[in-house]
């Protein structure tokens, strides 16, 4: 063996020293590639030429990142792209013909048992990399909420919405290096997607599915209401149906359904000002709001605010009522829960339901009521106020309110498990006016001893003695049978239908008018 390789050698060498050594017309030697091309063979001047094809391929490859369906594109060559191993053709063209005979010998023995590969190396600018990555914050991009809508079953379902996108320029440089120091001329033009935080909107189809529990609802009957009333409940529910509360988020009724004026579709109907009945818009959203309170504590979301009536209502028991009066009074509730609730109000054919959808986590067994208990309470007995109407003529008497009772009460919760009472736990107290029927009563007359009859028995309150007027004119009081004169088509003694009794501390002045 060992004589075999010994002349094995001697006939390299004789090559060798026989007008072989490197000159340069020597082509390259075999089993050297480049890149994955195989210039084996090849002349210096052709491999020279080759690379240099390369290298202008390189440079004009382009680099296109994508953020969120938006793209940003550059050459190489925009991006800095400098060849760096120039001297490569030479490099490769001395493999096996270089050095002394042993060496180049063993450099083409190499070569025949593993190939020697070489790659075009380059680098690009990291001020015009950072510059291109930084370019994609241009669409940076806060989430779009979809929008709500009911279905057919009663649920609510979401349509559109896109999330929020913020551009991670470190990450995202840090991919674009990574990918440009290995990329290879032949590997076609660069694509990669940038890296960004997203931020999903607050509503999603992945949250509404999960919100099929009903948690709470409550129902009030509004169908003795006048027409304005019933559009002022109606505009009312319409204004806070549809409303979603995040874990956290605080809800408004006021702020809800504010402002009360006919161009936010709002009507004249009655109301209660400084303790009497007048018109004005917004009259009977206080229902509204004592409908969605009972729904609010069926639900046991947590109440921030919340005001009784100064006197009763009649469409439910006392303490379960909520009465707003812009400025002064609100109803207030916080979503306490661990998912969000979303809000459904109808107010239709005089029934009146708020809804709370949302995901049950109460225990099954647990169940609960709420109980209404009257602490005192006092009698308006018969008193009486008669107010003036001087856009009426005397012959005008018009009950405007029914007598209030005035009364303490207190509203309860009681928990069950099991069906066992466990626990009962106060929600909240009222305070409501005792409140004396008010006649309206006309005074305008051409006869100036009629109106200061009129409004010496308004000042005394003294309803017969009005209708004693209104029937037989100024006499002295002993010549007038003091009775009850029969109603006649001016006298009306039905009060219109109104839930605000008051509803809040109404100053001496009249100043605050809680339209209920």
């Known amino acids: 063996m060992r004589k075999r390789v010994l002349a094995g050698l001697a006939v390299a060498v004789a090559g060798f020293l026989c007008g072989m050594p490197v000159s340069a ?117 806060d989430p779009v909420e979809g929008s709500l809508h009911m279905g057919d079953d009663g649920y609510p379902y979401v349509e559109g919405g896109t999330d929020g996108l913020t551009l991670d320029e470190d990450a995202t440089l840090t991919q674009l290096k990574e990918v440009l120091s290995t990329w290879k001329d032949g590997d076609g033009n660069v ?74 579709g709002y009507e004249l109907a009655p109301s209660y000002e400084a303790g009497q009945v007048v018109d004005s818009y917004g009259g009977g959203i206080c229902q509204v709001s004592t409908t969605l309170y009972n729904a609010v504590l069926k639900s046991e979301l947590e109440v921030d605010a919340r005001s009784n009536h100064t006197m009763l209502v009649g469409y439910v028991d006392p303490s379960k009522d909520a009465a707003i009066a812009e400025g002064l009074m609100d109803l207030v509730f916080t979503n306490d829960k661990e998912y969000p609730i979303y809000i459904v109000g109808s107010a239709y054919y005089g029934t009146l339901n708020f809804t709370i959808f949302g995901v049950e986590t109460r225990p099954a067994n647990r169940t609960i009521s709420f109980e ?72 305008v007359s051409s006869n100036q001893a009629a109106v200061s009859a009129m409004y010496t028995a308004i000042a005394n309150n003294d309803l017969a003695q009005v209708q004693n007027i209104i029937t037989y004119g100024v006499q002295p009081q002993t010549e007038a049978p003091q009775t009850q004169a029969p109603q006649s088509e001016t006298t009306q003694t039905d009060a219109p239908q109104t839930d605000a009794a008051g509803g809040g501390e109404t100053q001496p002045d009249g100043a605050v008018q809680v339209i209920e």
Request: aromatic share 8%; with cysteine.
């Open 191 to 264: 694509a990669i997607e940038a890296t960004v935080t997203r931020t999903s909107p607050s509503l999603t189809q992945e949250t509404l599915s999960k919100m099929t529990d009903v948690l709470g609802t409550a129902t009030t009957d509004y169908s003795a209401s006048s027409a304005g009333r019933a559009q002022n409940v109606e505009n009312g529910t319409a204004k806070i149906s549809g409303t979603l509360l995040m874990p956290g988020e605080s809800f408004s009724v006021t702020a809800a359904v504010t402002p009360f004026t006919p161009e936010n």
């Open 372 to 443: 209404s208990r009257v602490i005192s309470q006092t009698d308006p007995a018969q008193n009486i106020k008669l107010v003036a109407k001087t856009d009426q003529n005397i012959g005008y008497l018009y009950q405007a309110q029914t007598p209030h009772q005035g009364m303490t009460a207190e509203l309860w919760k009681n928990i069950y498990v099991d069906g066992e009472l466990t626990d009962t736990v106060q929600v909240n107290s009222s305070y409501y006016q005792e409140s004396p029927a008010i006649y309206e009563v006309g005074v």
């Open 25 to 141: 017309q020597t082509p390259i030697s075999d089993g050297v590639f480049i890149g994955d091309k195989d210039v084996s063979g090849m002349m210096p001047e052709e491999a020279a030429q080759y690379v240099k094809n390369e290298v202008a391929t390189l440079g004009s490859t382009t680099v296109t990142i994508t953020m969120g369906g938006q793209q940003v594109s550059a050459t190489f060559r925009e991006l800095g792209f400098s060849w760096e191993n120039t001297d490569l053709v030479d490099e490769i063209s001395q493999i096996g013909t270089s050095g002394n005979i042993i060496e180049r010998y063993k450099e083409q023995k190499d070569l025949q048992n593993e190939s020697a590969h070489y790659e075009i190396e380059y680098t690009m600018s990291e001020s015009l990399e950072t510059d291109f990555v930084n370019s994609l914050s241009q669409f940076n991009c």
